[in-house]
């Protein structure tokens, strides 16, 4: 009587063995907590931090941009982001923003900005755009991710960035090319607002 006990004990065990081997990270235990889906994520925000290069190559100075988050929608895995603010005086804000993000690693893997600003009719006019790839997930929660790179490892994410002022029709600031220290960074933070 105790051989056919552990016999089937054994067997148990095996069959037990076998059922949890087939089973992938992708598998959901139905009744365990469920994984918060990316189409779920519908605001965003983005800050970016660098040294800026002038059309001579010569002047470095620190330079920044943030966008606001004004609600966005995905297809497939990639989060488009759409702006046109008007506001008195004529001033125009708009600007578009992508990330494209791997569902299994959540890792950015390309991401685009463009923004132009019109601070008033005829006034101070502002034109950004930046562009990369591999932006890794620092912090994972429910109902939020946030990522960000930082120092020398920015320069190596990023593929294009520009940034132009100007006032009255003349240029007064351009930066044509870029570059990083420790203080650099890129942030990006996607959450759902409901």
């Not at 992508?98 to 569902?103: F, G, H, K, V």
């Not at 109902?143 to 009255?168: A, P, Q, W």
Request: aromatic share 12%; proline share 4%.
């Amino acid at each position: 009587m105790a051989t056919k006990t552990r016999t089937y004990q054994l067997l148990f065990i095996i069959a037990l063995a076998v059922i949890l081997g087939s089973c992938s990270d992708d598998d959901v235990v139905p009744g365990g907590p469920q994984p918060h889906p990316l189409e779920a994520y519908d605001s965003c925000t983005i800050s970016v931090h660098y040294i800026g290069i002038d059309n001579e190559g010569g002047t470095l100075s620190t330079a920044g941009m943030s966008f606001d988050n004004y609600g966005g929608h995905w297809v497939g895995n990639t989060f488009t982001m759409e702006w046109e603010v008007h506001e008195d005086e004529g001033a125009l804000y708009s600007g578009l923003i992508t990330l494209t993000i791997d569902p299994k690693t959540l890792m950015v893997t390309a991401f685009s900005a463009h923004s132009e600003s019109l601070y008033w009719s005829d006034g101070p006019f502002q034109i950004f755009e930046i562009s990369g790839e591999a932006i890794p997930i620092e912090e994972n929660d429910e109902g939020s991710h946030f990522y960000r790179i930082s120092g020398s490892e920015m320069c190596e994410s990023v593929t294009n960035l520009y940034s132009r002022k100007e006032d009255e029709g003349s240029i007064w600031e351009e930066f044509v090319d870029y570059g990083c220290n420790e203080d650099s960074y890129i942030q990006v933070f996607i959450w759902d607002m409901n």
